[in-house]
């Protein structure tokens, strides 16, 4: 049974910080590189699963400083709610930067120092999956967040995609099933391994590879003969981050109680007795992502 779920705007905007902050810089420069290495002017990049914004927001400025001064943005996800909170999270971000930001109707454009980007959201389900995304040659593909979600099958199709397009791939934060608590607790491993049990949970898209996802789209992307790297992005959450971790916590607690309802009692003291300690900045948690940057594979060339 799929249990497709909903990502409110203020969760999202909870863990973009710390998102920002344990995303591996070296992937992103790389990313980059190859962006401004490509020959599309705009560069094109498309978003799956853009949510209300923060991999535009994270990555268009960075793109800018690596000399991408003209960019075309799409950004997909199926939640209406998410795509209208996009433009109000950019234009506030825009603002306290100084740049301006221009709503068209169709879509927005941002005109920051050095660079500018037109961004168009497309609401689509896709859970549909990938292949028929009209894409074209050169265009980036990015996703943060989302991978841990999906199917073999649907990691296929994300493959077929961005082979058809020929572009780099930055995929980011994906779940790796790291969780990492300290002080001890003797609860910790029962729920973690609920917690990762839930993870492969059909979250609309099939059987989800929750924290095998990276490892399968490097193995598929390495079939295809595509170059691909991959870096730990882990948060670690403490008293610096204490609404993050709690409801890192509580979303645990709560994956962990669908998983075994019959340790709804034990579980839900855990939550108590994390929750108290997180609150009460006595509480460390690691919680792992991957970010794997694929390269398009070298064109044949001339033969010698
Ligand atoms: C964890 S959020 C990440 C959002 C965004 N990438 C970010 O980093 O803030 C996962 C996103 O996947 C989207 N999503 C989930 N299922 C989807 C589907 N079937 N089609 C399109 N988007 C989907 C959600 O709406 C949500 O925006």
Same mark, same amino acid.
């Given at each position: 049974?799929s249990e497709a ?5 203020? &969760?999202?905007?909870?863990?973009? +910080? ?13 990313? *980059?590189?190859?962006?401004? *290495?490509?020959?599309?002017?705009? @560069?094109?990049?498309?978003?799956l699963a ?11 400025? =960075?793109?800018? @400083? ?22 109000? *999270? ?33 609401? =689509?389900?896709l859970s549909?999956g990938v ?8 265009? @980036?593909?990015?996703t943060t967040a989302l991978l841990d979600l999906v199917s073999h099958d649907w990691m296929e199709g994300l493959v /077929? ?10 995929a980011t934060l994906t779940d790796d099933g ?17 917690f990762e049990a839930h993870q492969h949970r059909d979250k609309g898209f099939g059987p989800a590879l929750g924290t095998t996802a990276t490892a399968v789209l490097a193995g598929l992307l390495g079939?295809?003969? &595509? +170059?691909v790297?991959v ?24 994956a962990?109680?669908?998983?075994? +309802? ?7 003291? &855990?939550?108590?007795? /994390? ?13 792992g992502h991957r970010d794997l ?12």
């Amino acid at each position: 049974m799929s249990e497709a779920r909903s990502f409110d705007a203020d &969760w999202l905007a909870l863990r973009a +910080p710390a998102d920002a902050v344990a995303r591996s810089s070296a992937l992103t420069r790389r990313f *980059a590189e190859a962006v401004a *290495a490509g020959e599309q002017r705009p @560069a094109r990049l498309l978003d799956l699963a853009a949510g209300t914004g923060a991999n535009l927001r994270f990555l268009a400025p =960075r793109l800018g @400083a690596a000399g991408i001064a003209a960019q075309t943005w799409r950004l997909v996800d199926y939640d209406p709610d998410l795509l209208a909170a996009c433009i109000d *999270a950019c234009r506030t971000w825009a603002g306290s930067n100084g740049w301006s930001l221009h709503d068209n109707g169709a879509g927005f454009r941002i005109v920051a120092d050095g660079w500018h980007a037109s961004v168009r959201c497309v609401r =689509r389900d896709l859970s549909r999956g990938v292949d028929t995304l009209p894409v074209q040659p050169g265009e @980036a593909v990015v996703t943060t967040a989302l991978l841990d979600l999906v199917s073999h099958d649907w990691m296929e199709g994300l493959v /077929r995609l961005v082979d058809r397009t020929g572009g780099p791939v930055l995929a980011t934060l994906t779940d790796d099933g790291l969780l990492r608590f300290a002080p001890f607790d003797a609860l910790d491993a029962t729920v973690a391994g609920l917690f990762e049990a839930h993870q492969h949970r059909d979250k609309g898209f099939g059987p989800a590879l929750g924290t095998t996802a990276t490892a399968v789209l490097a193995g598929l992307l390495g079939r295809t003969g &595509w +170059p691909v790297a991959v870096r730990r992005s882990a948060w670690v959450l403490g008293a610096e981050s204490r609404s993050l971790l709690s409801e890192t916590i509580r979303g645990i607690a709560t994956a962990a109680k669908e998983q075994d +309802p019959s340790r709804t009692t034990e579980t839900e003291a &855990w939550l108590a007795r /994390r929750v108290s300690q997180a609150e009460a900045g006595g509480l460390r948690l690691v919680v792992g992502h991957r970010d794997l940057f694929a390269q398009p594979k070298p064109s044949a060339g001339p033969t010698p």
